[in-house]
C-alpha cells in the first residue's frame, strides 16, 4: 500500500505509541493531590513545556484540546462572544475563504445562530490570501469586527500565507487574529511570539501523535468565552479531565518531528518534486494547482481534466495507492472544492482534482507506485465522465 494522504492523517511515530501506550494501564488524573495524581500533573506540565517549545510559545500559553476541530471552535466563537461581551457592536467575523470546514462551519454557524455576520477575504489563484485581500475585507471601518481567523497552511493545496503581514494589518486595527496552523508544525519552523496572532491551533495526528489531542495557543490576555464548561482545568479555556496519555504522546512527536524537520523537509522535497514532474509527464494536460514558491514541502494537487477526482481515487486506491480529494460529497455526488472555487477555477475543474500529500514514512516506492498506477486510473476515470452536478448550495 502506497500512503500519500498524510494531510488527512500521518503515521505515529513509534516513540509516540511507546509514550502512550506506556500510560495507559496507569491511573492518575491530573488534578488529583495524591501521588498517581501529582505524577499525572507532572507529565501533563513537562509535555506542556515541549509543546510550548516546539512552538515557540510560553507554556502558560498551551491549552491542551481534544485536536484541531475543538481548538478552531474555541478560538473563534470564545473569542467572538468575548470581544462582542465586551463591545456589542463587534459582530463582524473575517475569515479567509480557503479555511478548513473547522473554521467554515463554526463561522457559518456563528452568522446562522447567534446574529454575527462574515466578511470572507478573497484568495488569489494560488489560494493565497494577501495583506491588501484583507484590508479590503476589513473595509474603511473596522469597529465592529470581533476577530479575524486565517489558516497559516492550506490543507487541499498546501499555500502557506504570510501570517506575520496579515497580523500586522489586524494590529493597524487593533482586531484580535487567530489562525489555524494545523499543517504547519511538521513542515515549518513556527514561533508563536513572532506570528502576530492571539491564538493559533494545532493538532497532534498531523505530526506524528494520536488523534483526538491538539493545543489551542493562546496568549494570557486573550480572553475567550468557554464553549465547555465544568472543572476549568485548562485555565478558563476549556474544561474536561486532560488525557495524560495522549498529551504525552503529543509531546514526543512534537518534539521528535522538529528535531527530524531539516532532514525530512529535504528528503520530501526530492520525492514530491519527482512526483509531480513524473505525474506532468504522464499527463500533460494536468493543472498543478497553488503556489509554487510559498508551499507546504509535501503537497502535489492537481487538476485532471475530465476525470472526477473521485473515479480517479477509487481507482487509484484499487491499485493500493492512497490519496484524497479534498472536496465533500452531497447526497452522494461529489461536489466541488470550495477552496478551488475560491482560486476561481470553475466548477467542473474544482471536482477534478487530488491531493497527493506525502509525510515522514513516505518512501520513494510509494511515489513509483502511484506512477505505475495513474494512466490506467485516468483513462478509465476519463471513460467514466463527469456526472451532473446537484444544486445544492456551494460554499465559497
Ligand atoms: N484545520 C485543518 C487545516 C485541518 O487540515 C484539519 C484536519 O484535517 C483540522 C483543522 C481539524 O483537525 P482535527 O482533525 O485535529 O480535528
Redesign the pocket.
Known sequence: MAYLDN??TTPMYPEAVAAMTNLLAQPGNPSSLHASGRRARRLVEESREKVAKALGSRSAEVVFTA????A?NIAVKGIAWDQRKKEPQRTRIIAGSTE?H?ILDPVEWLVESEGFSVTWVKSDTYGLITPDALREAIGPDSSDVAVITI?LAN?EVGTVNDIIALTAVAREHGIRFHT?A??APAWLELNFSDLGVCAM?V?A??VGGPHGI?ALVISRDCHVTPLIHGGGQERDVRSGTLDTPAIVSFATALEISKARRTETVARVRIMRDDLVRRVQEIAPEAIYNGSIESRLVNNAHFTFPGCLGDSLLMLLDAQGVECSVGSACNAGVPQPSHVLLAMGADRDAARSTLRFTLGHSTTQADVDALIVALPSAIERAKRAGMPTLTSAPVRV
Open positions: 494531510a488527512a485536536g484541531g476541530t475543538e478552531n478548513h473547522a489558516m490543507n489555524d494545523v499543517q491551533t493538532s495526528h498531523k491538539g
